[in-house]
């Protein structure tokens, strides 16, 4: 079945440092990939919808400029998260469609466990 | 896409069938149900989705009414590993809608 990687599952770094998250899809490709942000507690919220060769597509509240999408290949996107601060700690997790099944579903990475210190 | 209500929690037996409800009250014609599960800590899990028909796979079944307001999940032979938070989703299942919009769950707990 389809796999979605994501690298690191976690990171601790210090505030107003930038830290930059790995989502791959291993054996299919994906011209969309979708961002969620995941506070302790709470349900998954997307962020953006990552788009291989444009831009990025934000929900409505979420800074472009601090979570920066680059969909630079079919199999990866990468999200950073620029000058972050404790309120960005969060869980981070992406998925995406394998467009090989007739289904409509996706598939999620594990996750990256964000703490800025 | 239509609003999902959920209970947000219940309890089940290991060994007995959780059944796990959801209304839907708003869906439209060409609106599917899915199922996702997320695991502690973990990214969530497809489950199982329909569009009218009952649908069955080796890890559940869905049971949707005939008027389609309302369905319920199924796990056959609960065990400590279905321990998660259920997420019924209402969506559009034509290419090009492929994002998922979450609501909060049922935080099911498989007691031994």
């Known amino acids: 079945g389809a796999v979605v990687s994501q690298h690191p599952s976690w990171v601790i770094c210090k505030s107003g440092t930038s830290v930059k998250i790995e989502c791959r899809s291993l054996?299919?490709?994906?011209?969309?990939m979708f961002w969620y942000r995941q506070f302790p507690k709470q349900s998954l919220m997307l962020m953006a919808t990552?788009?291989?060769?444009?831009?990025?597509?934000?929900e409505q509240g979420v800074e472009k400029d601090k979570f920066l999408i680059n969909h630079a290949s079919l199999t990866l996107s990468t999200l950073t998260v620029t000058s972050a601060h404790p309120e960005d700690s969060s869980f981070y997790i992406c998925?995406?469609?394998?467009?090989?099944?007739?289904?409509?579903?996706?598939?999620f990475g594990a996750g990256s466990r964000l703490t800025v210190l | 896409d239509a609003k999902t209500t959920q209970p947000p929690s219940m309890d089940c037996a290991e060994g007995r069938a959780a059944n796990l409800p959801c209304n839907h009250s708003t869906i439209s014609g060409n609106e599917y149900v899915y199922w996702y599960r997320q695991i502690h800590s973990q990214g969530p899990q497809y489950i199982i989705h329909?569009?009218?028909n009952n649908e069955t796979n080796e890890m559940a079944s869905l049971i949707i009414t005939e008027d389609r307001k309302s369905s319920t999940l199924i796990l056959p032979h609960a065990t400590l590993r279905d321990t998660a938070v259920y997420y019924c989703i209402v969506r559009d299942s034509n290419f090009g809608n492929e994002k998922l919009t979450f609501g909060t769950g049922t935080r099911l707990t498989i007691i031994p």
């Open positions: 054996d299919f490709q994906a011209t969309t």
């Open positions: 329909g569009l009218k």
């Open positions: 990552s788009n291989e060769g444009s831009k990025a597509t934000y």
């Open positions: 998925s995406a469609r394998d467009m090989r099944s007739g289904a409509n579903v996706l598939t």
